[in-house]
């Protein structure tokens, strides 16, 4: 065979990789984006984690995957539809072929493709006979076989050397992409170091995939996908968990102050208790709580005595925290409560993304209860918004609620790390001793009351959820008293908006269509209007990361439009939101509840749609 091949110049690739929930998935698509991130490529992923913590092997309600798309442009999704898909078994194959490109390769471990899993799949007779894989590039390879060969003399017993298959495919499709093996071996070594076996068999076999990519007849080509252009720095990537932790850590540092998470485990928010609880050497403290409720107070605690204090969570999660969280906003105590929403009601889908939580967020406590609500929108901008979260919090003494998705906190991005020395300062309140020094005084430019920490010599003052009278803070049941108080508090995170970010439109002032989202589905938002925009067509984006209360001059930008329609993952909570707030502007929907992000095709087709009506 001549070793001469042909090379194809692609701008972006879209890779899905997928199979059982122990074939390795989501470790295979991390590698494979970590790499082309450092190879300079922009990148955006989406692991699609299956709901049950372990269901049946070959089943496709078990199947895992996780899809990524680099680029030698701007990438702002993970992709509508994959150009390349890797099935382990027939049920990923089941789940996953519709979301692939027409005439898109398929590489198949074909010893999975038994009569025993065609059944568990739902398959009455063997796919790859079925016609409906002809228009596709199908590649056979023995995986599970070759991994055994390759491993047959590594003294490692069968279920370690079956382990490692997943390196096997992830060879091969390093191959297809030119991408080098260096990487992965160096994480490999890292990973395994106290196990020379294994790090040495899962070496072998991931140069045996790439090899024997490189020798099949079945693969003519390589694809070539160019280094992006991007601003100069040092970049690292990162997912929205992650990130929102080292915003949070970084908030602390500029504050001054010590860290403090109280928080109950529960998907998918755990990622971000979890690397908080890593960073003693940054002095951060963590308590896992007994329940939701129990982690919110330790949080109300903490803060109470001097601490940044922060809890994390999703929506079930958040129902449970609220009475808490009334006490937060009567105690005028700052504290940050994140919200990384997942499909509902109850348990609901609770591996899939949603944007349902939005009502639950600005309303959903006893009382006339405000707090400030934000929302990040893309995996890397968790950390601004973390930190800015922050920054309010310790700055107007008030819990935040920050709400990020599913999608945004396990997908991930290249992000651009800052320097401390560029982020802006936080200076909290703090009551000195000395000072003259009344529990409900108040700045009077935000209304914020100082924070007096216990022990903190002439600072004694009542705290608690009761009432609480003007200045002196001594329990009330003053029936004006409570109505000042009131007032006080909800002209205290009005003013917010006068230290916030002013609401900024990409496109032009006089567009015939403007599209308003918030929170995650920036991205697929983003692509569908750039994509018209080149095709000529008057469109702009407005999106929204702060929610309550929402930017100065939300009502003029959009008044500017003709028509504007709201996207969101919910059945419309933003949408009726927006309406109650602006009741002259008429606000067109489009909803989606699948636990799947918007595809920029969907979105396209309702933009037009809505382009051509008169």
Known sequence: MSQKRKIIEKEEVVIRFSGDSGDG???????????SALFG?????????PAEIRAPQGTVGGVSGFQLHFGH??????GDFADVLVAMNPAALKANLKWVKPSGTI?????SFTERNFEKAGYESDPLDDDNLADYNLIK????????????????DQKSILRSKNMFTLGMVYWMFDRPLAHTEEFIENKFRKYPLVVQANKMVLRAGYNFAKTIEALPYNFSVAPARIKQGTYRNITGNKATAWGLIAAAEKAGLELFCGSYPITPATEIFQE?????DLGVKTFQAEDEIAGICTAIG?????DFAVTTTSGPGLALKTEAAGLAVMTELPLVIVNVQRGGPSTGLPTKTEQSDLMQAIHGRSGECPMPVMAASTSSNCFEYAFRAGKIALEHMTPVILLTDGFIANGAEPWLVPKMTDLPNIVPPIAKEGDDYQPYARDPEKLARKWAVPGTKGLEHRIGGLEKMDVTG??????????????????????VANFIPELTVKGEDEADLLVVGWGGTYGHLTTAVRELQKGGKKIAQAHFHYIFPLPKNTEEVLKRYKKVIVCELNEGQFAEYLRSSFQEIKFHQFNKLQGLPFTVLELKDKFNQLLEEK
């Open 25 to 35: 998935m989501q470790l295979t698509g991390t590698q494979f984006s970590d790499t």
């Open 41 to 49: 490529n922009d990148v955006a992923t989406f692991p699609d984690y």
């Open 73 to 78: 442009m701007e990438v702002n999704t993970p």
């Open 107 to 111: 590489i198949i471990n074909e010893d």
């Open 141 to 156: 390879a023995r995986v599970t076989t070759l991994t055994k060969e390759c491993l047959k003399d590594s003294g490692l």
């Open 276 to 280: 908080l609880a890593a960073r003693k």
């Open 302 to 306: 903490a803060s109470f005595a001097g």
């Open 474 to 495: 001594t329990v009330s049941y003053v029936p004006e008293n409570h109505q000042v108080m009131t007032e006080i508090r909800s002209e205290r995170i009005r003013r």
